[in-house]
Each structure stands twice: as structure tokens, then as C-alpha cells.
């Protein structure tokens, strides 16, 4: 899908707040900014061709092999790997969430599967994707939960994103039990992490094996040569770049009571830093989120094309506390405007 996922701010002018992506904007990056500026000259050659500078890295930080990581061109790239992978496999995608998964499969001819329940995975499943933290929803699934069905479905592939475990407490598995399971892929988002989606970074992790098949379709160059000095960068300086987790949790816990307050909404729960909202006033998502980005230049993200929500839903990432004020301001005004 080209269209129609969060931070598509381009279509509307002079947006000042950003809640329609799941990216935390508050990270300084002036840091990196400068290092970058510093090592432009980089663009006048061509990339590694598998990134290896940063996966060689990220193999000395988590201590396991290099041929169990591999570095794309965003999770997105990943995703779409796999699906090729798999071409033609009995998929099964636990919904709502990230709809690249299915576009991915689709166009690999998956015979796909949504179900809502990880106790609804079919057994005669092939492939099976989920995402934790889960996007749009903000669900947590344990380690425990993970590795029991790992277990549970041993002819199964699993394909577990944790782009944003980073924003959620206990949400990681760790690398080092991944790769003992022949059938488990996580994925990562270097994007997410650290507010860099413009450059597009991220990685897989799996045994050598399972690795090795979905890298024989991957092509030379993906990661381009800023997004590789990047990695290098942020890699080096991740523990001065870590969000300040129990405290955004706790302005993210503010915005939803402050949310819920109004009868005309239903905030749904999360476990980490964007949640769903259901308007319950018959209006629709669409029709706030124009709202909210021609008055007040504030966006959100209409979760309408999310499979098994409707038109009635809108998803928020919590951002500044100033800035989540200004958004509750912004819909209590429009609630008001509406009764």
C-alpha cells in the first residue's frame, strides 16, 4: 500500500504536531544531524551492498553471529523479503494491524488468513505474522506467550515485529533464544527507535538458515550509505538516545484519561506509547482528522484501513505534553462543534 498509512502530513500545510505515526518525535537528533553533515561526502559512492558495517556491529552488541542479522531498507523491506520467501504459503495474520503484511502476501500469492485471536491460528498454517507491541492496538504479547507458541505450532513460521519494543516495557524478546527456534523471525525498526524514518533502517533476526533463505532474494545496495553511517552512529550512541520510557507511559496514560473524559469517545487500552479511540458520536475518523489538520495543524491517523476496525476509529501517538494538551483542546473543541 502506497497510500494511506500514518504521517502523510505532506497532503496538509504547516502541520506543528504529529500523533498520526507511531515515531516519538521528542528525541534530540542534533547529534546525528551534525555527524551526518560531516560524512556527506559518503553519497558520492556506492553503499556495502548488505550494509555489513552495521550488522557486524549489531552481532557485537547482542553477542550472536552475524549470519543470524540482516540489515534492510526499513522493516518494510523485511516484510516484503519474507513474503517472497513464503510465495504461495497458508498465511495466517493476527489483526488489526500493519497492513504491509497482507499487501506484502498478496502480491506472493499467500492463501491469507486474518484472525483476532492467538488462539484462532489455524494448524495447518505455514506462515503466521504478529506484532508486538501491536500496531494499532498497543497489545503486548509476553516472551512466554511467544515462546509457548513457538512450540505449540513447530511446522509454523513465525514472523514477530517488535518495531516498537523499544516503546513498551518487557516487550523484547531476547535475540539470543530467537535464533535456537527454526521457525521464528523478529523484526526490528532502527526507524522507530530512534525517530529516523526518512532513512529508512532496519533489521531481521532468525537462524543462519531460516536467514539465509529469505536473503537469497534480497538485492545489493538496499540500505543506502547516510542510512549505514547512521546505524553506525546510533548503534554507538543508543544508551544517550534512550527514551525516557516510565515517563512517556506516564504522559501517554495522561493523554487517554484526559481523552476519555469526553462521552462522545472510547480510549481504548494500551501498553505503550499510541492507542486506539473510537468515536461513539457517529462521526467519523476522517472527518476529525481533516478537522484537526486544516484548523489546528494536527495530525492523527484515521485506522478506518486497518482489517477489523471501521471508519469510527483514529489512532494517537503520544507526544509532548504541550503538544497533547493542544490536541485535547483542539478535539474538545470539535466534540463541542458537533452536538
Known sequence: MIN????DGYQ???????????????????????YLTQHIDVIHGYPEPDAVSVRELLAAQTNIAAACISVTNGATEAIYLIAQAFRGSKTTIVSPVFSEYADACEIH?????????????????????????NNPTGEVYSEQQLLTLFKQYPTTYFVVDQSYAAFAIDALLAIDKVIQYPNVIVLHSMTKQFAIPGLRLGYLVANSDLLARINYFRMPWSVNSLAIVAGNYLLQHANELQVDLLVLLQQTKQLQQAL???????????????FLVKLLNGKSAAELKNYLANKHHLLIRDAANFVGLDKHYFRVASQSVAQNNLLVAAISEWLTEQE
Do not use: R
Not at 504547516?14 to 542534533?30: E, G, M, P, R
Open 4 to 7: 494511506g498509512h500514518g504521517d
Open 12 to 34: 496538509y500545510p504547516k502541520i506543528i504536531a504529529n500523533f498520526s505515526s507511531n515515531v516519538y518525535h521528542q528525541t534530540d537528533l542534533s547529534g546525528l544531524e551534525q
Open 109 to 133: 500469492q499467500h492463501q491469507l488468513q486474518h484472525v483476532f485471536d492467538l488462539h484462532d491460528i489455524a494448524p495447518q498454517t505455514e506462515l503466521c505474522w504478529l506484532c508486538s507491541p
Open 260 to 274: 476519555a473524559a469526553f462521552k462522545q469517545l472510547q480510549v481504548l487500552p494500551t501498553q505503550t506509547h499510541y
